[in-house]
Antibody, heavy 118, light 107 residues
Framework: EVQLLESGGGLVQPGGSLRLSCAAS????????MTWVRQAPGKGLEWVAS????????YYADSVQGRFTISRDDSKNTLYLQMNSPRAGDTAEYYC???????????WGQGTLVTVSS | DIQMTQSPSSLSASVGDRVTITCRAS??????LNWYQQKPGKAPKLLMY???RLESGVPSRFSGGGSGTEFTLTISGLQPEDSATYYC?????????FGGGTKVEIK
């Protein structure tokens, strides 16, 4: 069974840092692009970043470019999102998803809540 | 950036009704259009991909169509468990963008 399990969410101060993790199982992790999607409370879905398989090309939403870094460790079947200098507007449920450009997001984690507040 | 516009933003229909949601892209995305269903407090779930392909395990009352800039998601024979918010998403080019969502309620 394909599973994605996020962790690392919580309360972070504006300007601080936080790293989210997504542990994958049930599929050949290294063969698939992976993505982070977020959802602010009561709002719609917003794509955050994607990373390709193999060569690990990365792609970011303008809203997080230069502050967030997506990465993957194929030896650990784990996807990461390093969040630096978060802002109040980054408060959201963060989901990892299997898939990326030219691919549907066919499996989602349960989400991890990030709250940016002083 | 490719903008995705969904309509309507909400609808209310009766069990057994046929419901259609429209999604328009600001430029051609070929058939790289996906549909997701999200219930309150849950992660989104893939329903349709490449515009008209039904994801495994999704009931056949769901169907999708379109190409280029106009797409539809149809539920033929609405069921109580279909109460949810539905999102379209283009995966043609980055930034990968979602529509604003359509909330479907059961009368």
């Amino acid at each position: 069974e394909v599973q994605l399990l996020e962790s690392g969410g919580g309360l972070v101060q504006p300007g601080g840092s936080l790293r989210l993790s997504c542990a994958a199982s049930g599929f050949t992790f290294s063969s698939y692009a992976m993505t982070w999607v977020r959802q602010a409370p009561g709002k719609g879905l917003e794509w955050v970043a994607s990373i390709s398989a193999s060569v690990s090309n990365t792609y970011y939403a303008d809203s997080v470019q230069g502050r967030f870094t997506i990465s993957r460790d194929d030896s650990k079947n784990t996807l990461y999102l390093q969040m630096n200098s978060p802002r109040a507007g980054d408060t959201a449920e963060y989901y990892c998803a299997k898939g990326g450009r030219l691919e549907p997001f066919d499996c989602w984690g349960q989400g991890t809540l990030v709250t940016v507040s002083s | 950036d490719i903008q995705m516009t969904q309509s309507p933003s909400s609808l209310s229909a009766s069990v057994g009704d046929r419901v259609t949601i429209t999604c328009r892209a600001s430029q051609s995305i070929s058939s790289y259009l996906n549909w997701y269903q999200q219930k309150p407090g849950k992660a989104p779930k893939l329903l349709m991909y490449i515009a008209s392909r039904l994801e495994s395990g999704v009931p056949s009352r769901f169907s999708g169509g379109g190409s280029g800039t106009e797409f539809t998601l149809t539920i033929s024979g609405l069921q109580p468990e279909d109460s949810a918010t539905y999102y379209c998403q283009q995966c043609y080019s980055t930034p990968l963008t979602f529509g604003g969502g359509t909330k479907v309620e059961i009368k």
